[in-house]
């Protein structure tokens, strides 16, 4: 069993800042491949981020790629998601979920998920 809280959300300006965490709780969190997705309103759940288990390696929709940064701190099990410059468009709650199979870029690839934060950014 994973439980996942996201916090960090909020109300920015364009080309404002935030930080997304997502505190886990399960011995699993440290050998999962973790990711971010987000829905917003009217849209489906679409990928942002995702990072394996060490760190190592992260994955990035194109349309985040530059400007968010996934990163991981096993020892906090705690996952974030810096984002800059943001848009409009990053409009969404956002959720972490744990990776358990398939492509890390399809929201099905994902088993365990946080009830998300609010991003609003306002133009």
């Known amino acids: 069993q994973v439980q996942l809280v996201e916090s960090g959300g909020g109300l920015v300006p364009a080309g404002g800042s935030l930080r997304l965490s997502c505190a886990a709780s399960g011995r699993t969190f440290s050998s999962s491949t973790m990711g971010w997705l987000r829905q917003a309103p009217g849209k489906e759940r679409e990928f942002v981020a995702a990072?394996?288990?060490?760190?190592?390696?992260?994955y990035y929709a194109d349309s985040v790629k530059g400007r968010f940064t996934i990163s991981r701190d096993n020892a906090k099990n705690t996952v974030y998601l810096q984002m800059n410059s943001l848009k409009p468009e990053d409009t969404a709650v956002y959720h972490c979920?744990?990776?358990?199979?398939?492509?890390?870029?399809?929201?099905?690839?994902?088993?365990?998920w946080g009830q998300g934060t609010q991003v609003t950014v306002s133009s």
């Open positions: 990072i394996s288990w060490s760190g190592g390696s992260t």
């Open positions: 979920a744990r990776h358990a199979s398939g492509p890390w870029y399809t929201s099905a690839s994902y088993d365990y």
